[in-house]
């Protein structure tokens, strides 16, 4: 007697919950807004205009996370060349499939809605951006992931809110020698199997990949971070690394058992090859630590550079503050023209790289010192004010305390550059309502097919 074979039932949550959307907005994030019975539905990669299939992978209290299934209606935004197939999974380029031009379009509308909302709009009119040329490969640094599934390895970017591995073999906006140098290390950690660091149990050696190159020079100087010290496997890969890649001149290894988010370490050493990696940007040399932070887009930061100058009309007679200068892009273009420059900087270690910088280009009128941009600014409060000063801050802008700083010292001329539209606004109402008019205003373009924008903006005192 045959047994009776029992149907399999399919749960609900096997039954994926799929909406008919119609886009209307993009966020400030670049990604796809739609109503949906009291709430939103977030869609990335759709765009405005478009009816779209999505499906449901999370609901919350006011937004429906979904991911993108089928579009019924495309918007004329969409370009028709399929840039990327991991759009969906990897989620760092919501706007890889949108045409340049309406990208570019996005962010100069972006830099002016925040404007509008602090009430800066109605003087102020904001050019067309600056754009990316190429808009693809520009990319000159890259920090990747290791992951293992089962035997095969990973190498590439988390998937937004987990930490799971998107493998990237080809990622579209990384510099080719990238795409390049992490083939080759995924497929020699493979063959030798090398522990890979699982986040869970806290074990494994290599953690992340760092690769930043020198589109100048196409130069490369890799670092592993690792849970743990290796002097066995990681030298013997550096060199077989730096014999597959000759366009790798340095490798090193950073230390980072630390169970947190925090990608690099307190300590690096050098495995193979030179210490640093030598950049060119416009007609400055800048040396460039594995550990330094640098523009991922060097073209576009040489045109913020040229621009800060160019604006800036500096002469011998001038004097200039540089705040969170780095590793001194911005102070030494100044240093050319001025007769003296400060960088001040929080990171040491980017300090002791300007130092050196500074000696790189005989630009013996500049000067760097670590400290906080507001409490460093704050013992020069009763020197003779600069005649400019430059800001260059993080993506959460300038604290209450450095813009008082900034408005007691009083200097003729402020250049600010920021990485984030709505802290900029903030901090130039503040400005603008103590004695500081905007001049001119330029958004440029650093990050093509993702929705950030870098905005430079020159402002004067106006007097009492």
Same mark, same amino acid.
């Given at each position: 007697?045959?047994?009776?074979?029992?149907?399999?039932?399919?749960?609900?949550?096997?039954?994926?919950?799929?909406?008919?959307?119609?886009?209307?907005?993009?966020?400030?994030?670049?990604?796809?807004?739609?109503p949906y019975e009291n709430k939103i539905a977030v869609v990335q990669g759709a765009f405005p205009g478009e009816t779209v299939i999505?499906?449901?992978?999370?609901?919350?209290?006011?937004?429906?996370?979904?991911?993108?299934?089928?579009?019924?209606?495309?918007?004329?935004?969409?370009?028709?060349?399929?840039?990327?197939?991991?759009?969906?999974?990897?989620?760092?380029?919501?706007?890889?499939?949108?045409?340049?031009?309406?990208?570019?379009?996005?962010?100069?509308?972006?830099?002016?809605?925040?404007?509008?909302?602090?009430?800066?709009?109605?003087?102020?009119?904001?050019?067309?951006?600056?754009?990316?040329?190429?808009?693809?490969?520009?990319?000159?640094?890259?920090?990747?992931?290791?992951?293992?599934?089962?035997?095969?390895?990973?190498?590439?970017?988390?998937?937004?809110?987990?930490?799971?591995?998107?493998?990237?073999?080809?990622?579209?906006?990384?510099?080719p020698l990238i795409n390049k140098i992490a083939a080759v290390v995924r497929d020699e950690v493979q063959r030798q199997n090398i522990?890979?660091?699982?986040?869970?149990?806290?074990?494994?050696?290599?953690?992340?990949?760092?690769?930043?190159?020198?589109?100048?020079?196409?130069?490369?100087?890799?670092?592993?971070?690792?849970?743990?010290?290796?002097?066995?496997?990681?030298?013997?890969?550096?060199?077989?690394?730096?014999?597959?890649?000759?366009?790798?001149?340095?490798?090193?290894?950073?230390?980072?058992?630390?169970?947190?988010?925090?990608?690099?370490?307190?300590?690096?050493?050098?495995?193979?090859?030179?210490? %640093? *990696?030598?950049?060119? /940007? $416009?007609? @400055?040399? #800048?040396?460039? !630590?594995?550990? =330094?932070?640098?523009?991922?887009?060097?073209?576009?930061?040489?045109?913020?550079?040229?621009?800060?100058?160019?604006?800036?009309?500096?002469?011998?007679?001038?004097?200039?503050? %540089? *705040?969170?200068?780095? /590793? $001194?892009? @911005?102070? #030494?273009?100044? !240093?050319?023209? =001025?007769?003296?420059?400060?960088?001040?900087?929080?990171?040491?270690?980017?300090?002791?790289?300007?130092?050196?910088?500074?000696?790189?280009?005989?630009?013996?009128?500049?000067?760097?010192?670590?400290?906080?941009?507001?409490?460093?600014?704050?013992?020069?409060?009763?020197?003779?004010?600069?005649?400019?000063?430059?800001?260059?801050?993080?993506?959460?802008?300038?604290?209450?305390?450095?813009?008082?700083?900034?408005?007691?010292?009083?200097?003729?001329?402020?250049?600010?550059?920021?990485?984030?539209?709505?802290?900029?606004?903030?901090?130039?109402?503040?400005?603008?309502?103590?004695?500081?008019?905007?001049?001119?205003?330029?958004?440029?373009?650093?990050?093509?097919?993702?929705?950030?924008?870098?905005?430079?903006?020159?402002?004067?005192?106006t007097g009492e």
């Amino acid at each position: 007697m045959k047994k009776t074979e029992k149907k399999k039932s399919i749960s609900k949550k096997q039954q994926q919950e799929t909406l008919k959307l119609t886009i209307d907005s993009l966020d400030r994030d670049g990604i796809g807004l739609a109503p949906y019975e009291n709430k939103i539905a977030v869609v990335q990669g759709a765009f405005p205009g478009e009816t779209v299939i999505a499906e449901v992978e999370h609901t919350g209290r006011t937004h429906i996370f979904t991911r993108l299934r089928r579009i019924l209606r495309n918007s004329q935004q969409r370009t028709t060349n399929v840039a990327c197939k991991l759009e969906q999974d990897c989620l760092g380029c919501p706007l890889i499939s949108m045409k340049y031009s309406d990208q570019l379009l996005f962010k100069q509308q972006r830099v002016a809605e925040a404007l509008r909302q602090q009430g800066l709009l109605e003087n102020i009119q904001v050019p067309a951006v600056l754009p990316s040329d190429p808009p693809f490969g520009y990319r000159a640094s890259a920090k990747l992931a290791f992951s293992r599934n089962r035997e095969k390895v990973f190498i590439g970017l988390y998937k937004r809110g987990t930490h799971d591995v998107i493998d990237c073999p080809e990622c579209p906006v990384h510099s080719p020698l990238i795409n390049k140098i992490a083939a080759v290390v995924r497929d020699e950690v493979q063959r030798q199997n090398i522990s890979v660091y699982n986040s869970r149990h806290q074990r494994g050696l290599l953690r992340y990949l760092i690769v930043r190159v020198s589109p100048y020079s196409g130069k490369a100087l890799v670092t592993f971070v690792c849970n743990f010290r290796d002097l066995q496997q990681l030298p013997k890969l550096a060199k077989w690394l730096m014999r597959k890649v000759p366009e790798v001149i340095g490798v090193h290894q950073n230390i980072n058992s630390s169970s947190g988010n925090v990608i690099l370490g307190e300590r690096t050493m050098k495995l193979q090859g030179l210490p %640093d *990696l030598i950049e060119t /940007i $416009g007609d @400055i040399r #800048l040396r460039i !630590a594995p550990e =330094a932070f640098f523009q991922i887009n060097t073209v576009q930061a040489a045109r913020i550079y040229a621009l800060v100058r160019q604006w800036a009309q500096l002469g011998q007679q001038d004097t200039a503050i %540089d *705040l969170y200068c780095g /590793i $001194g892009g @911005i102070a #030494l273009h100044l !240093a050319k023209d =001025a007769g003296q420059v400060e960088g001040i900087e929080s990171f040491a270690g980017a300090v002791r790289n300007a130092t050196e910088n500074s000696h790189l280009n005989d630009l013996r009128n500049c000067h760097f010192f670590a400290g906080d941009a507001a409490e460093e600014l704050q013992k020069r409060s009763g020197q003779k004010p600069p005649t400019l000063i430059t800001v260059n801050p993080p993506r959460k802008g300038c604290s209450p305390e450095l813009l008082e700083i900034l408005l007691q010292l009083q200097p003729e001329q402020m250049i600010y550059v920021s990485c984030d539209p709505d802290s900029l606004s903030r901090d130039l109402k503040t400005l603008t309502a103590n004695n500081y008019r905007i001049k001119q205003l330029q958004p440029v373009d650093m990050f093509p097919q993702t929705a950030h924008i870098e905005t430079v903006v020159q402002l004067k005192r106006t007097g009492e």
